[in-house]
């Protein structure tokens, strides 16, 4: 019930992603093309980047609707960077967190954002949020579905694992715990990308070597724009992109179970 976008690539203008093309995540707030769920994204936004020798990223979110914002626009236009992740939000419920509700989420090196709903919210947290000690409840950043699913991915990473098989388990998990959840997550470190697509759309682009983006839908009508099929976790560099079936993570370390698909663009 967002729209939302990450790219690797060249140093270049946060507009020259989400506000020049012409169907830019921007443009999705009011007018998405493929969204399942909802026609206006206009309950907040953010972006997040990584500026050159700081991995902690920055963020600028707001609770209204990105084309309110006046001060968008410059920042788009003059801040530079090589890995974005940014989003554009459809509220679950209504809310009083106001911009802290708004996509990315950040720890660390990490953004992340969240495509969907969980259902039985807000029933559904008692059961989820079991496995968080108390320290992780109580840091929450907001009271929505996204952050906790957020808290559910923060814990796995910090506990060792990679930003993809943190994203499988979570959403393995949570589609157990609340079946028929959407669970499009989107994860990035600044050098690479993770991402689900679980009930909603996905797609990637990728130019060889240059940029790789991973986004709700395309931006433009480019032919090299990939859909990724639903219930497929995705990993990507700037160089590949690989897809592996969700329902297949725990087997793929078995003899004889499928492969993932590796998607290569050297």
Known sequence: MCRHVACLGPAEPLGRLLVDPPHSLYRQSWAPRRQRYGTVNADG???????????????????????????????????????????????????????????????????????GAVVGWPRSAAALSRTLPPEDLLALEARNDSALVWALVLARLRGGETMPQA?????????????????????????????????????????PGLRTVVASEPYD???????VPDRTLLAASRTDVLLSPLKDIEETAAPGAPSPRKESRT
Do not use: I, K, M, Q
Not at 48 to 54: I, K, S, V
Not at 102 to 112: K, Q
Not at 221 to 227: F, K, L, M, N, T
């Open 45 to 115: 936004f953010g972006v997040g980047w990584y500026a050159e020798g700081d991995p902690v990223p920055a963020r600028y979110r707001r609770a209204g609707p990105v084309w309110a914002d006046l001060s968008f626009a410059d920042l788009a236009r003059v801040v530079r960077s090589t890995a974005v992740l940014a989003a554009v939000r459809d509220a679950t419920l209504a809310g009083a967190d106001g911009e802290a509700a708004a996509a990315p989420f950040a720890a660390g090196p990490w953004l992340f954002s969240h495509n």
């Open 167 to 207: 994203l499988a388990d979570t959403v393995l998990d949570v589609a157990a715990a609340a079946p028929g959840s959407r669970l499009n997550l989107l994860l990035t470190d600044g050098e690479t990308v993770a991402a689900t697509a679980w009930g909603d759309t996905l797609w990637y682009l990728t130019e």
């Open 221 to 227: 009508d480019d032919p090299r724009w990939r859909e």
